[in-house]
């Protein structure tokens, strides 16, 4: 999630990275409300849902939607699946986050919904966490102090 590390960092740079982390975060946020409200499939996390509840686990074990956030908002760019220890998902570019789930054949809406929601929080929180270290980093450069 961060490039370089706090100490090669300026205050100027850690507070644009936080902006950055909170504007994933915000436009995840919304993708879990329309997960929430909306059906799974007039959702932009329908292809996640039919790779998800579909795909046979006897070959593959998890899926994952690669989410780039464009002008505040969550795009899914790509689904992938992993099969079993063989390969790992291929790198996307510009990918801002991504949406692991296991593949459970014949899962229901809801229990989508409950899961990538949850998967969808965590990632929020991590998002956010990484903002409030940023800023908080940022103030202690510019103070002064190292927090010690």
Same mark, same amino acid.
């Given at each position: %999630?961060? /490039?370089?590390?706090?100490? $090669?960092?300026?205050p100027?740079? @850690?507070?644009?990275?936080a902006r $950055?982390?909170?504007?994933? +975060?915000d436009? @995840?946020?919304? @993708?879990?409300?329309?997960?929430r409200?909306?059906?799974?499939r007039?959702s932009?996390l $329908?292809?996640?849902?039919?790779?998800?509840? #579909?795909? *046979?686990? *006897?070959?593959? *074990?998890?899926v994952?939607a690669? =989410?780039? &956030?464009?002008? /505040?908002?969550a795009?899914?760019?790509e689904?992938?699946? @992993?099969?079993?220890?063989?390969?790992?998902? $291929? =790198? &996307?570019?510009?990918?801002?986050? %991504?949406? #692991?789930?296991?593949i459970?054949?014949? %899962?229901m809406?809801?229990?989508?919904?409950?899961?990538a929601?949850?998967?969808l929080s965590?990632t929020?929180?991590?998002?956010?966490?990484e903002?409030?270290?940023?800023?908080?980093?940022? +103030?202690?450069?510019e *103070?002064g #102090?190292d /927090?010690a």
């Amino acid at each position: %999630m961060t /490039g370089a590390t706090d100490d $090669e960092a300026d205050p100027d740079d @850690l507070r644009e990275r936080a902006r $950055e982390d909170e504007a994933i +975060a915000d436009a @995840l946020e919304e @993708l879990v409300v329309e997960l929430r409200d909306d059906p799974v499939r007039e959702s932009r996390l $329908e292809r996640l849902f039919d790779e998800a509840s #579909t795909s *046979n686990p *006897n070959i593959w *074990n998890t899926v994952t939607a690669f =989410i780039d &956030v464009e002008d /505040g908002e969550a795009i899914v760019t790509e689904e992938s699946k @992993l099969a079993q220890g063989s390969w790992a998902p $291929e =790198i &996307v570019e510009d990918c801002d986050a %991504m949406l #692991t789930l296991d593949i459970e054949y014949g %899962m229901m809406p809801d229990d989508f919904k409950y899961r990538a929601g949850k998967e969808l929080s965590r990632t929020i929180e991590a998002f956010r966490e990484e903002a409030a270290d940023a800023r908080e980093t940022a +103030a202690e450069l510019e *103070n002064g #102090t190292d /927090g010690a």
